[in-house]
Each structure stands twice: as structure tokens, then as C-alpha cells.
């Protein structure tokens, strides 16, 4: 399996455990389940953070710039329907 490949599986599985996280973390029903799901959490968005940079650093994950009128279109969207 080639690096990029094996990146990005592994950018996969921590975004899935950063979601399971996220979900414990919000349904947990006492004070110390929380802290531990969100101690986890945090933990797993740094990794998270380490394995993009990574990448994007070698050319491996590619974003695009979008306009500004695109982005205000959108954000006004969304502001005319939450107001």
C-alpha cells in the first residue's frame, strides 16, 4: 500500500473516531464521562490536524479556493433561513 493510500485511511478512521467522540461526549450523562469523552476528543482532533497537515503538506489533500461571492451567497442563505 502506497503512503498516500495508507493517509488516507488513516484520516478516515480518526475522523470516525472524532465523530463516536463527539456523540459520547454530548450524550454522556455524568460529569466524568464527559471530561474523558472530550479529553478523547481534543486528543483525536490533534491527531486529526497532524495527519492533514501532513498531507496537504505533500500535495495529498487538495482544497480549492472558492469565490466570495459564492461564500456570501451561502452565508446568506443560511442567515435568511435562521432568522
Known amino acids: 500500500m502506497e503512503d498516500k493510500e495508507l ?9 470516525g473516531v472524532c465523530d463516536l467522540y463527539l456523540h459520547g461526549t454530548i450524550e454522556s450523562t ?6 474523558a469523552f472530550k479529553d478523547a476528543l481534543n486528543e483525536s482532533l ?7 497537515n501532513l498531507m496537504a503538506e505533500k500535495g495529498w ?4 479556493n472558492v469565490e466570495q461571492n459564492k461564500i ?9 433561513n435562521n432568522g
Open 7 to 15: 493517509m488516507e485511511k488513516e484520516l478516515l478512521i480518526i475522523k
Open 30 to 35: 455524568t460529569a466524568d464521562v464527559h471530561t
Open 46 to 52: 490533534d491527531i486529526q490536524n497532524k495527519i492533514y
Open 61 to 64: 489533500y487538495k482544497t480549492e
Open 72 to 80: 456570501d451567497s451561502t452565508k446568506q442563505k443560511f442567515t435568511a
